[in-house]
């Protein structure tokens, strides 16, 4: 199912729409970077949800879940609930673009900002049974030397919570993969949510979107029917036109005429006119 597909009463923390709601509680969004990353956040500069990045106007744009920074690092934080196949390519666009809408004209490459693209999936992306799959990069020739390039992809299994030692993590997995939260973090989260989904003018504004979607969907199927019987008349007058074809060869063979004549006359090719003769 995708993004406003779902009944407002059954949407969970796992569904997009109320993700972003909770990760606009600042202290919630660093806690869940703090925590999933093992990092130290002191604030956040900004705070955007379903944050659209478009650097150019024939590339092609992204709708980022949570997109934060503090003073020296940028975060993306998506919600994934299915569609693993392209996931670390999708990983590596976020990135790509992030630098780009980023990094001012007179930047220093040295100056980039390191970045965290974080995806908290549901399920197991890679199918490995871990928690927690972390990229690195590294020469493939030599260990000796360290290759950092300030990109850091995580990416979190929450299927497999019970497999996680760190009681806070394993708390916020837990309570993303559908069930009681049990931490102090997951508590705040799930108040949050509990909170977003008590507010009408949410809900409000998550049937508008349900309504736009339902909309697209419909005016979808009707230019596909309208495509359909175009492509049935287009094909009905191609098999008459073709027909046609046949019989004038029929009458030109029955007149004795020439296999180049016959092809002249009907417009079929030497092998159709033969097959014609044959039978």
Aim: proline share 3%; glycine share 6%; with cysteine.
């Amino acid at each position: 199912m995708g993004q406003f597909s779902k009944p407002w009463e059954e949407l969970t923390i796992a569904d997009n729409f109320i993700f972003c709601k909770v990760m606009e509680n600042e202290r919630i969004c660093r806690g869940v970077l703090e925590t999933l990353l093992g990092i130290s956040v002191e604030h956040i500069d900004y705070l955007k949800t379903e944050n659209p990045i478009e650097n150019f106007y024939d590339s092609r744009g992204i709708r980022l879940d949570v997109y934060v920074k503090d003073s020296e690092r940028i975060f993306n934080i998506e919600m994934q609930t299915g569609n693993y196949d392209d996931m670390l390519l999708r990983a590596r666009y976020y990135l790509s673009s992030s630098d780009v809408a980023t990094t001012k004209r007179r930047t220093k490459f040295k100056d980039i900002r390191e970045t965290y693209i974080l995806f908290i999936c549901k399920d197991d992306p890679f199918g490995e049974g871990i928690p927690r799959y972390t990229k690195i990069s590294r020469f493939l020739e030599t260990d000796r030397i360290s290759y950092d390039d300030k990109s850091r992809n995580v990416f979190y299994n929450c299927s497999a919570w019970e497999k996680e030692s760190n009681p806070e993590v394993r708390g916020v997995l837990k309570f993303i993969y559908g069930l009681k939260p049990d931490s102090g973090l997951a508590l705040e989260m799930d108040e949050a949510a509990s909170l977003a989904k008590q507010k009408s003018d949410l809900e409000d504004e998550y049937m508008y979107f349900s309504d736009i979607l339902e909309d697209e969907k419909e005016e979808a199927r009707e230019i596909g029917l309208a495509e359909g019987r175009a492509e049935g008349r287009a094909e009905g007058l191609e098999t008459g036109r073709y027909q046609q074809k046949i019989e004038s060869a029929k009458t030109a063979i029955s007149l004795g005429l020439s296999e180049q004549q016959v092809v002249a006359i009907s417009g079929l090719s030497p092998e159709e006119i033969r097959k014609l003769i044959v039978n």
